[in-house]
């Protein structure tokens, strides 16, 4: 018996990356998977993964900023399984430019699926949270949710606004007594292809943004999917991944927005 045992978990964007191997580790330890994805090629093989470990699992092609979807989406998984325990709101993508040179079009679409993705999510799952007794709603940021740096402001946006929702909600949970916990997630560098599926304004190379990003991720995405249920598994209100999180958190802290110096030289000198 492990703390997933027999319980229902929700992952989006379980077609790569984190998602995936949030998935698997979930199936290994005897929970009942939904997972969805709008990249229906990687989520067929997640799916396969999940089988493979001996979990029932349901997979849909679902976008997470399409909102009405998200919520029908919602019933029909309460329905299938009885139940919802666990929502894991892990759908994200990379955008990388200037707010002088991105459009309004670019951060709008990183704040429907960075921002709006969770929050569809978390509100479409919440009803069956609560009614399950025992519900859990993980949403994940990013160290990018914790300081901000050159080139990433409709991203920082995003996971600062999921952070500050997540917190929120979490103490209205408490406060309220109500059967749901909450936790925020905040990775920091993670071996997996989000800079490769990102997208970036005119004039900047998608390789080299892939190949310094890949330098700098040093954590598995199963090691990422281990530190994250452990922890959920503590009811954690938040959780770091991988040491660079660990450093840049308590130097953010300590510096307050001196912070914002040091990083704006690291940006400048690579041409950000
Ligand atoms: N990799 C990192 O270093 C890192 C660091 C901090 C936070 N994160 C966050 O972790 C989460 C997972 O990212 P990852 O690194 O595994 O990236 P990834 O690109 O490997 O996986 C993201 C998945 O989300 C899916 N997706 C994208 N848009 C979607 C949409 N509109 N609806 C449903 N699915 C959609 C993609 O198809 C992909 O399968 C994201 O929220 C990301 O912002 C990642």
Known sequence: MTHFT?????????????????SVELARRGAR????DVDQVGLVETEALVKAAGAEVRADSLDVSQRELVVAYADTVAEHFGAVHLVFNNAGIAFTGSVEKMTFKD??????????????????????????????????SSVFGLFAVPSQSAYNAAKFAVRGFTEALRQEMINGDRPVKVTCVHPGGIKTNIARNGEQVEGLDHDDLATSFDKLARTSPAKAANVILKGVEKNKARVLI?????????????????????IRTFGKRNGL
């Open 6 to 22: 027999g319980k229902v978990a929700v992952v989006t964007g379980a077609g790569s990356g984190i998602g995936r191997a949030l």
């Open 33 to 36: 998977l939904a997972i969805s």
């Open 107 to 140: 951060i709008d679409r990183v704040m429907d699926v960075d921002f709006w993705g969770v929050v569809n999510g978390t509100k479409a799952f919440l009803p069956h949270l609560v009614a399950s007794g025992d519900g859990h709603v993980v949403n994940i």
């Open 242 to 262: 991988g040491a660079d999180a660990w450093v840049l958190d308590k130097f953010v802290r300590i510096t307050g927005s001196g912070y914002q110096g040091l």
